[in-house]
């Protein structure tokens, strides 16, 4: 029956990743839609990746980021895409200046890899430190780098 609705595994599997794509970009966008300050813009974008693995576990993630066929033109064109929306997004919230997207843009997609990938390994490793916790240590580390962090105390 899938079939009649699908032409090929593939194109179900599309179908699945881009509404999934989809949601992403809309959940930052309405995320940051509210942020009044840089800092407010660094601690949003994490905290969308880690309710993102939190609600939809790291087996969804997986299928859209790592899923069995990643190397597909196709999919990798929609990943890609959706993670350029949304840094696209924060390096407007960050600098709507047009002098500085360039950087602010390279600023936006550091951040958003720093969040997944800080998402995933929190959950991956059993969610051991509070999700609030662990939000706030990776806004901390993206906004002020190692410095800004007692890494000695923890």
Sequence with gaps: MLYDYFSSKLDLYLTVVQCMLDDLVATVD?????AETDRKVVDCTVAVFFDLIDHEGISSLTLVFGGGVPSEPS?????RAA????????AERLCPH???QARARRLAFGLV???LTAASDWHRAGM?????????AISTLCWHGLHGLDIRSS
């Design 75 to 79: 999919v990798e064109l929609r990943v």
């Design 83 to 90: 993670l350029s929306s949304c840094a696209g997004t924060i």
């Design 113 to 115: 890899g720093a969040s």
């Design 98 to 100: 047009d002098s500085e």
């Design 128 to 136: 051991l430190v509070p999700k609030h916790h662990a939000v706030e």
């Design 30 to 34: 309405r995320a940051l839609g509210s």
